[in-house]
């Protein structure tokens, strides 16, 4: 089972609280939809909405659950390259093939379709992807925030040790996709795209064929939202030095001009 049409499809993804919420916002304002008017609405932790399509983020919790029932549908000690089940695979391309009927040019935004991205690989062979990073201590730190604010939602809740368990899976599959197909894979630390966003959806034009207007992602995004701590206590040397190699695998293979001159490999550090 596979779409055989001109349609160009895009996913966006990245670990959780890595902006990728963001970033589906940002390429909607500059042309590509996003969803097919059934968007899951603002929450908390993201109060300019989420940036998902309902179905397509129903589908992974559902599959998450039935894979491992204590994920809570978004956090698995599950290895990475999960799989659909024959109906959810069914599932998977009505919902491809129905916005394909409707948009020449569309994407979805789900950290959670890293976890599934072989699958719809193998529904979609010419899908269009594009991932971004931040830093592990920010990502963990800002997961562990959360966690702190939402005491009474069970669904915010994570340990320290699931957190850097699931920036680890994600990333470390996020460098995999982007070597195994350099083509059809973008990835951009999340700091880059908010400082050269005009370079940023330059690069997406060109590497998609996609005509996709600028517009500033400066007036999408809360620095508030992005501020992370400048001293992480959550982390011990030998795990800072295993994660700090990971990132800078993913800064060395990430769709940046300038980055290793600037040295600028994650979020900006704002508190």
């Given at each position: ?38 968007l ?5 932790a ?77 529904l ?65 630390p ?75 490999t ?6």
């Open positions: 089972m596979t779409t055989t049409n001109t349609n160009t499809v895009v996913c966006i993804s990245g670990m959780h609280r890595s902006g990728t919420s963001l970033f589906a916002n940002w390429l909607q304002s500059c042309g590509l939809v996003i969803g097919d008017g059934n899951n609405g603002p929450t908390p993201n109060p300019k909405g989420n940036w998902e399509d309902a179905d397509f983020t129903a589908l992974h919790k559902s599959a998450l659950l039935r894979i491992d029932p204590d994920s809570k549908g978004w956090q698995t000690a599950e290895p990475g390259r999960l799989r659909f089940s024959e109906s959810e695979r069914e599932t998977a391309l009505a919902y491809v093939q129905k916005r394909n009927q409707k948009f020449k040019s569309w994407g979805w935004k789900d950290p959670r379709s890293l976890l599934f991205l072989d699958e719809w690989l193998s979609v062979p010419d899908l269009k992807i594009v991932l971004t990073w931040r830093p592990a201590d920010e990502v963990v730190n800002s997961l562990l925030r959360r966690a702190e604010r939402r005491k009474d939602v069970d669904n915010a809740q994570i340990s320290s040790s699931m957190a850097m368990r699931l920036w680890q899976t994600h990333n470390e599959l996020a460098r995999a996709y982007k070597r195994a197909y350099p083509k059809n894979v973008l990835l951009f999340l700091a880059y795209v908010i400082e050269n966003d005009a370079a940023t959806i330059k690069r997406i034009n060109e590497a998609f064929t996609l005509e996709l207007k600028y517009s500033p992602i400066a007036t999408l995004y809360d620095e508030k939202a992005l501020a992370s701590s400048k001293t992480p206590i959550w982390l011990n040397v030998s795990t800072r030095f295993m994660y700090s190699n990971l990132e800078r695998e993913l800064a060395s293979i990430s769709d940046t001009n300038d980055i290793a001159q600037s040295g600028k994650g979020s900006p550090s704002r508190t």
